[in-house]
């Protein structure tokens, strides 16, 4: 069985993981918006949207190369 999460636990879960993260405003290339955070200093979060289509990706990462590599592949695919 699942124990069920009270709305005070998953408030207090919530606002502890947003103290933890560190966020930059978004950048727009190849219409794609971009937006990094990063969580507990050791892992990345990347957002990326296409404004045209509003297809959108959200991947975490270790490994800043690859987050890279990720946003290199994704923003060139149009």
């Known amino acids: 069985m699942h124990k069920k999460t009270s709305k005070s636990e998953f408030t207090s879960l919530f606002r502890d993981a947003a103290l933890k993260t560190k966020s930059w405003h978004s950048v727009t ?4 918006r971009i937006k990094f955070s990063i969580h507990d200093d050791d892992t990345i979060m990347v957002s990326i949207y296409c404004t045209l289509t509003l297809r959108s990706y959200i991947r975490f990462f270790s ?4 987050a890279v ?7 060139n695919l149009d």
């Open 29 to 32: 290339r190849n219409n794609w």
């Open 63 to 66: 490994v800043e190369d690859e």
């Open 69 to 75: 590599q990720f946003i290199n592949f994704v923003v």
